[in-house]
């Protein structure tokens, strides 16, 4: 059975509360509770906490595609491990999602981050030492199976400090961060990449981006400090019959938020179903997959399957698209840049390219690093005008509205020949990447406290999983067969858009 507070709580934010002679008596629910303590001090430190998780995922992810050209020069992998460097980290996140998921429903949000980013970080570190292209390859695998929880846990976590009329917000701020990271990730490499390092490490040249790489784990170690300071979500805790724990929590949250002492929060009683499952129920391997399969299951209920699906299709190609441009960005800047030719239309000069000829190994090219930047800028600027009209207009049709520019940038991309205008539209078509931040928040409103974490990160996953499709494959058609690509993804994208009107608006289903 679906949890019957997530239930009984969805309800109430319908209805109106009744009066009672004695509120000290009076048991409350967590919409009505977590109202009363607030939004203030608390949140704005939880919402930064958690964007460092969020741009930990995705500084680490990208950190690859922007040292490629030096990992060339020293560790000369072909293009197909090139491929398989850059799709690695997603490839862990792609077969750990399920279980982080699982872990966080089970165990707990707070402590399945601590443990999974502490785990990525000495993964990230040992990565910097790498003697060959595979071995960089594996420990790029590990960084992605131990910090996948930082996308998709992340939110729940969020989520579930908020009640109903701000989560919204500050999840989409949350997703913000992408585009922090988008500028985060490429500001390093401005800083380290130049350098000219010859010192000898274990008998090899620690090249500057080892230095990076090791340097990028700053905000994992950040996030990690920041996650010690946060207690278990107040509702995670009511799920797992924990009241007075919950209660506590609120009321640490309430104090900090108002600055007023705990004993003044006005809630003495909350509403109590322990309907959440538990790592302490598990006594052998049988209980621990059918635990697994318990928390799975509810996610493809007949009243959810259909909605669990299209977002799963929907979060495959976003993270496809985005992705597999992404990953080819800073190649498709610097032919652009160089092109000696007149017109700039894109076909034309990817084709002309020799995707296998030797990187710069003497100078690093930072104009590409500068543009990232500039776009990043651009877009955390659109995510908080999302965060403020979303209320207005609806996360679907913001989804739906960046659907709609990518598809027109992607049929622009077939006549223009501007250079500005080719990279304005090729970085709107990689920035569909942004979506899955407010699918995210479309998916965390409609699943059940009991699974969400469970269903966010099998959502993820499916869209990881499209990643590294995505950065596979476009990878070795996009030099030889470039307008066949882009019309194809632009079906795509007419494809999710259709998709996209059927996702949830609310919590739809309540059994």
């Known amino acids: ?12 934010e319908f209805v109106a509360v009744k009066k009672v002679k004695t509120p000290e008596q009076s048991s409350h629910s967590f919409e009505q509770a977590i109202s009363l303590a607030g939004v ?7 919402l930064l906490i958690c964007g460092l998780c969020f741009m930990s995922v995705m500084v680490e992810i990208m950190g690859v595609s922007l040292i490629m050209p030096l990992v060339k020069c020293d560790l000369k992998p072909t293009i197909t491990e090139q491929g398989v460097l850059a799709s690695a980290g997603f490839m862990g996140v792609v077969l750990s ?13 707070t402590k399945t981050l601590r443990y999974g980013l502490g785990l990525a970080a000495i993964s990230s570190i040992v990565s910097g030492f790498s003697v060959n292209i595979w071995m960089l390859i594996v420990l790029r695998f590990f960084v992605g199976f131990f910090i996948s929880g930082g996308q998709a846990c992340v939110f729940s976590l969020c989520g579930e400090f908020h009640g109903s009329v701000s989560r919204v917000r500050h999840v989409t701020l949350l997703s913000g961060f992408l585009c922090l990271a988008v500028m985060f990730a490429p500001s390093m490499a401005i800083g380290i990449l130049p350098l000219r390092i010859e010192t000898i490490v274990l008998g090899m040249r620690f ?7 090791i340097a990028d784990v700053s905000i994992i170690i950040l996030s990690v400090i920041g996650l010690c300071l946060l207690p278990e979500t107040p509702k995670y805790q009511l799920v797992q019959g924990n009241g007075e724990g919950a209660l506590e929590t609120m009321r640490t949250i309430f104090a900090q938020n108002t600055g007023r002492p705990k004993s003044e929060f006005p809630v003495q009683l909350l509403t109590v179903e322990d309907s959440g499952s538990s790592l302490s129920s598990i006594n052998g391997v049988c209980d621990a997959f059918r635990l697994v399969w318990q928390q799975t299951v509810p996610i493809f209920y007949r009243s959810r399957v259909f909605h669990t699906l299209n977002l799963c299709i929907i979060q495959f190609f976003v993270y ?3 992705q597999g441009i992404f990953m080819w960005f800073p190649t498709i800047l610097n032919e652009l840049n160089g092109n000696s030719e007149g017109s700039s239309h894109l076909c034309t000069v990817l084709q002309a ?18 543009t990232m930047i500039i776009i990043g800028a651009a877009f955390t600027v659109v995510y908080v005008i999302f965060a403020y009209t979303i209320d207005y207009v609806g996360k679907r049709n913001l989804v739906l509205i960046w659907f709609a520019l990518t598809t027109i940038s992607l049929l622009a991309l077939q006549w223009i020949n501007q250079m500005a205008l080719v990279v304005i ?11 899955g931040g407010l699918i995210g928040t479309i998916a965390i409103e409609f699943y059940p406290t009991s699974i969400n974490a469970m269903s966010m990160s099998f959502i993820m996953m ?3 999983l499209g990643a590294v499709v995505g950065s596979n494959v476009l990878g070795r058609l996009l030099f030889s067969s470039c307008e066949v690509v882009f019309w194809t993804l632009f079906g795509i994208s007419v494809l999710i858009i259709v998709m996209g009107w059927f996702m949830p608006d609310k919590r739809r289903p309540k059994f």
Do not use: P, Q
Request: negative net charge; hydrophobic residues 40%.
């Open 97 to 109: 999602s399920h279980a982080m998921g699982f872990l966080a429903d089970t165990w707990g949000r």
């Open 425 to 435: 539209a090729v970085t709107i078509i990689m920035a569909i990447g942004n979506c």
């Open 353 to 370: 390219v020799d995707s296998t000829s030797a990187s710069n190994c003497e100078d690093v090219d930072l104009t590409t690093y500068y």
């Open 462 to 464: 499916v869209g990881r």
């Open 1 to 12: 059975m679906d949890n019957k507070a997530y239930v009984e709580d969805d309800e109430n």
């Open 320 to 322: 496809g698209i985005a």
């Open 40 to 46: 203030g001090w608390f949140h704005y430190k939880l």
């Open 207 to 213: 090249s500057s981006w080892r230095v990076l790489l």
